[in-house]
């Protein structure tokens, strides 16, 4: 992956922003009723397109667009009522509704409604997100290593202007997380419209549609949806195709983007990732042998970065050779370390350590031994931890 990639792909989508903001959902006026009934029932299609499609439909702030696609979508189902059902998928999945959440509430529903309907509705669900079964497919399965393997989105949304501070707040602690502990994460911004702060667009960037998928699972996105749900009054999720992809040959984002590597020792391979969270590269240096089995290792991590929770058996010696991280023992507090600093880790001490949010952090590994892998730091110690 390139760097400039993603300065060329944020020229590109920049270029759209007025013109998605220009879109507003309220401004989406229905006319189905008088299009298809205005000569048969013109009182009926007035009801429809003003006060259904109108009046209630625009009562965002009691519930949002989103939930009442989604109660429409099961009432609709559960009454076999299928011809207005593909409108309303449409509607749910313009609204924001992932093709994940209706593929789950409909196996769910067939229990209570029958699995006839539900066999009916997933037949219209393939027909309506058959677009984004298009977007961020695998080379395997595009047949091509260009383009296609990206996967892109849009978010449109409206803010309580009384609450946008706090929502801006945990936009930017989410995109932070979001980029420094997911490799499949490649680009995150947000813009908002000059004249109303309270719509916000929102850019997003992936690897594959697989790292979008995991990312909406990762607790740091959680905890940011949990923490908005009552800030915002509409969403909108679009799915782009990348147009143009440009990117000079000769910069490795994954190695040298924010970082540029003064030391005495290579960076080095990516280390594995069932012991890592985020990007972080290790470069053994002795590989231990009988009869000392001592090893040595440069280990570099990108901000953000930490390994899991581990002990050696003998022991280790941790020297900071480059930028800030932290370690800690178990039940102990975390310490700050800094270039020259020399940590001696005793036998079977259960630690972690890794880089601050903020910058990379390079150090030797001395260990005799074997380790012990336990489980992940999680979000809520890191980001709880302060300089």
Known sequence: MKRNYLIILSLIISCSANVLNAQDM???????????????????????????????????????????SLVTIVSLIAGGNFEQLKFHLQK???????????????????????????????????????????????????????????????????????????????????????????????????VHDKNNPSQITIFETYSSRAGYETHIETAHFKKYKKTVEN??????????????????????FDKSAHFKNDGLFPLGEPVNPAW??????LQMLVVPEAPHNIGAGNVTFSPGARNHWHSHKIGQFLLVTAGEGWYQEWGKPAQFLKAGDVVNIP?????????????????????????????????????????
Do not use: C
């Open 92 to 190: 749910g999945k313009d609204n924001g509704l992932s093709k994940q959440e209706i593929v789950e509430v409909i196996t769910h529903q067939a229990f209570y409604s029958g699995w006839p309907k539900a066999w009916s509705a997933f037949n219209l669900v393939k027909e309506v997100y058959a677009d984004t079964d298009r977007i961020g497919n695998s080379t395997e399965q595009s047949g091509n290593a260009g383009n296609d393997s990206y996967y892109m989105r849009i978010a449109k949304i409206v803010v309580d202007s009384a609450q946008l501070d706090s929502y801006n707040n945990a936009l930017k602690e989410q995109m932070q997380s979001a980029l420094s502990l997911e490799k499949d994460v490649l680009a995150y911004s947000a």
């Open 26 to 68: 309220s401004s989406k006026k229905i006319t189905a009723g008088r299009d298809r009934l205005g000569s048969l029932a013109p009182k009926f299609a007035e009801l429809n397109d003003d006060v259904l499609f109108g009046q209630v439909w625009s009562r965002e702030q009691e519930l949002p667009a989103r939930d009442r």
């Open 276 to 281: 890592f969270i985020g990007k972080a590269w």
């Open 347 to 387: 036998a079977n001490a259960k630690h972690w350590h890794g880089a601050t949010k903020d910058s990379w952090f390079v150090h030797l590994t001395i260990t005799p031994g074997a380790s012990d892998w336990f489980e992940p730091v999680s979000d809520e110690e890191y980001n709880n931890l302060s300089k």
């Open 231 to 252: 800030m915002v009054k509409s969403l909108e999720l679009v799915d782009v195709v990348p147009v143009a992809v440009a990117a000079k040959d000769n910069v490795d």
